[in-house]
């Protein structure tokens, strides 16, 4: 078995560990397959790569959305560094409809987060210099970009921030849930 899949109670929202092979050199693993993600119902045919580097602890980006027909579905590693990954159901009709699962990520847990469509994603740095890459399975549409605001109190999620997160202007003026649907 090359990695495990473990579904989420949020149905969709799947951990990935993948096997981390180890010697005195370092280590490899395989952080994608076709055919293992397939035989594990993720069918996900994925169209591009993205690289994000924060350089604060407490970066906060997200959460973001694409609305139809530029939905996206993620495949979120960390390669320096953690994250507190946040994803949260939109899927209307949904028995976890706006329902969160935060998960930390780190280049030491090499766990990796599939969010599938219909969910709006976002993280906030737990180290400095944290890197993280995703893998996303319909291309950036800026027409169909869309968010919601970090603190929204419907939502309620459980940030580890000390104090107020480190957010861009776009962010910082992301509408709450109630008002994007």
């Not at 899949?5 to 005195?24: A, E, M, Y």
């Not at 370092?26 to 924060?54: C, K, M, P, T, W």
């Not at 919601?148 to 107020?164: E, K, M, R, T």
Request: net charge negative; glycine share 8%.
């Amino acid at each position: 078995m090359i990695m495990e899949f473990i579904p989420t109670d949020l149905p969709g929202l799947t951990i990935i560990k993948p096997k981390v092979r180890s010697d005195p050199r370092g280590f490899f693993l395989e952080s994608y397959s076709a055919a293992a993600f397939s035989s594990a119902g993720i069918d996900a045919v994925f169209v591009q790569d993205n690289h994000s580097r924060s350089l604060q602890r407490g970066v906060l980006r997200g959460l973001h959305f694409q609305t139809a027909p530029f939905e996206q579905s993620k495949l979120v590693r960390v390669i320096r560094g953690a994250v507190f990954d946040v994803a949260v159901d939109l899927r209307r009709g949904s028995p976890t409809y706006r329902q969160w699962r935060g998960f930390e990520l780190s280049e030491s847990n090499f766990d990796m987060l599939f969010i599938p469509r219909g969910f709006a994603h976002g993280f906030c740095t737990l180290a400095e210099g944290t890197e993280i890459v995703y893998k996303v399975d319909s291309p950036y549409s800026p027409a169909h970009d869309a968010g919601v605001i970090w603190n929204d109190a419907d939502l309620a999620i459980g940030w580890p921030l000390s104090g107020d997160p480190v957010l861009s202007d776009k962010d910082r003026g992301l509408p709450a849930l109630a008002s994007v649907f």
